[in-house]
């Protein structure tokens, strides 16, 4: 069975950083697209960055470029999201969600991590 | 403001069939296919419909995808109180070099 599991969430001020994990099992990191999706409380879905399956291309929103890094970690099969720079609008539900192809801009999100709530607030 | 335009809300009583709308532009929905997604209260999202038109096993035939040129739409026949949820249109964007989400719909079975 294929499952996300997302930890890391915490509550940061402005300006500091933090480290989400998504550990994947039933499936490779290697073969497939996996994203970073988030949700601002009581708003909606957001797509935050995504790495590819094949070569490692990743691709960030405008909103988070330069401040937030993915990364994967294949000898464990997990997935990193690094977020530096944090600001309270950063501040959200953050979800990591599997391709059904290696490329990025392919296919669709399924299944869904269950989540790790963010808050950024001094 | 969302790259793809829905309808912040939608109702109906049980038994009726709603529709939704999802409206983007020829670098998003106008060259690449669009997928659904559920939300259910207080859960994460779950996949509806993907590749325009098709329903993953286990989403009852009472949904269906549509699209026509740069609008895509999710009808919902014979309405159930367990559709009471938000929905959301997503497709990649080959300006934005991303994926985009459509601001969600929440639905209301009244």
Known sequence: ?122 | QSVLTQPPSASGTPGQRVTISCFGSSSNIGSNTVNWYQQLPGTAPKLLIYNDNQRPSGVPDRFSGSKSGTSASLAISGLQSEDEADYYCAAWDDSLNGWVFGGGTKLTVL
């Open chain 1, 1 to 122: 069975e294929v499952q996300l599991l997302e930890s890391g969430g915490d509550l940061v001020q402005p300006g500091g950083s933090l480290r989400l994990s998504c550990a994947a099992s039933g499936f490779s990191l290697s073969s497939y697209a996996v994203s970073w999706v988030r949700q601002a409380p009581g708003k909606g879905l957001e797509w935050v960055s995504t790495f590819s399956g094949s070569g490692g291309s990743t691709y960030y929103a405008d909103s988070v470029k330069g401040r937030f890094a993915i990364s994967t970690d294949h000898s464990k099969n997990t997935l990193y999201l690094q977020m530096n720079s944090l600001r309270a609008e950063d501040t959200a539900v953050y979800y990591c969600a599997k391709g059904t192809v290696a490329a990025a801009a392919l296919g669709w999100f399924d299944p869904w991590g269950q989540g790790t709530l963010v808050t950024v607030s001094s």
